[in-house]
């Protein structure tokens, strides 16, 4: 008997390990394409620092994960005090790095990702033929304390808007705007190999659908 009531606080325990991590993950709504934000005329600008900038990935399949970084390219914001009124980034997608390998499965992987293997072109990212992604901001908003973020989110041409959470730090020259670890469904926007919500008969060899992204982007004043 003792044994039986161990086994099930054991099964409820892994069960409730598995439920809170499930609830911990930050999925960002996603919805369709909304109307860019527009920024007042006392606002001041803001260019991205694209040295200083960064948005970090993990993508997940059974057998592991792999993680990386994407660099921007170029952007510019509009703010009042520390509230982001309008602005945009553009995502450098032949950028793309794996920062969990090495050697020639790290360059192996990479070309996968951007497509630059021959016949595989389209799995993922294609970023010879669609070599930008961007983001266009269309609003702010406050729940529970928390800023959020929403923008149109552009990937291989396919656009949507996603709301995440963010920290706004503003000092007189500089602006950083900066995510928890937050997840985007990348079939949303057709980067659909491996899914197995989009293909039959996988079984383990699977990739996950969501994409774990972290920002991190410093701008300072025009």
């Not at 409820?12 to 999925?27: H, S, Y």
């Not at 990702?113 to 389209?122: D, N």
């Not at 901001?137 to 041409?157: A, C, D, P, R, Y």
């Not at 656009?159 to 602006?175: A, G, H, Q």
Request: charged share 25%; with cysteine; aromatic share 8%.
């Amino acid at each position: 008997m003792r044994k039986s009531i161990l086994s099930t606080f054991v099964i409820a325990a892994f069960l409730t390990a598995v439920v809170g991590c499930k609830n911990d993950k930050k999925e960002a709504e996603t919805s369709e394409v909304q109307d860019a934000a527009s920024a007042q005329a006392e606002a001041m600008e803001f260019t991205v620092d694209t040295s200083a900038s960064v948005i970090e990935w993990k993508g997940s399949k059974p057998t592991g994960e792999h993680t990386g970084t994407i660099a921007l390219s170029e952007g510019t914001f509009s703010a009042n005090d520390s509230i982001i009124e309008s602005g945009s980034f553009v995502i450098d997608m032949q950028s793309i790095n794996v920062t969990d390998l090495e050697g020639q499965d790290k360059a192996d992987l990479e070309a996968h990702l951007m497509g630059t293997v021959e016949g595989k072109e389209g799995d993922f990212f294609n970023a010879t033929k669609f070599p930008e992604a961007t983001f266009e901001v269309t609003g702010i908003s406050e729940e529970n304390g928390q800023k959020m973020l929403s923008g149109n989110l552009t990937i291989k041409e396919e656009t949507k808007n996603i709301t995440f959470p963010v920290s706004i730090n503003r000092t007189e020259d500089t602006i950083e705007i900066t995510s928890e670890e937050f997840t985007i469904d990348r079939t949303n926007w057709n980067v659909n190999f491996g899914s197995k919500s989009v293909f039959d008969g996988l079984g383990d060899n699977f990739v996950s659908d969501d994409i774990a992204l972290k920002i991190d982007i410093k701008a300072t004043k025009v």
